[in-house]
């Protein structure tokens, strides 16, 4: 409806062109952040409820035999609508 914010995560397979459902993330959030990073997705920030602001950051192994979503460390600053990339082997998320 446009009006709820999410835990849901899929996963697109080009080989059989569809989606498939995965773990929910164990926050809900919209204009969240996320980066491919050592074999995980990594999801940073975003907004929950319209106005507070996630500092929280998880972490999905999507080559797990059964993946499931594990907190990491928080951001130092809450963020939404950032910017984010790998790099040097570090995740970078700027803005927000």
Do not use: N
């Amino acid at each position: 409806d446009g009006m709820r914010y999410l835990a849901a995560c899929h996963r697109f397979c080009p080989h059989e062109g569809r989606w498939e459902r995965m773990p929910p993330m164990l926050e809900r959030r919209s204009h969240a952040v996320a980066a491919a990073w050592r074999g995980r997705l990594i999801v940073c920030g975003g907004k929950a409820d319209g106005v507070l602001r996630h500092s929280s950051v998880e972490a999905l192994d999507v080559a797990a035999a059964a993946p499931a979503w594990t907190p990491l460390s928080p951001m130092m600053t809450a963020r939404s609508q950032a910017s984010a990339a790998v790099l040097g082997g570090d995740v970078v998320v700027c803005g927000g």
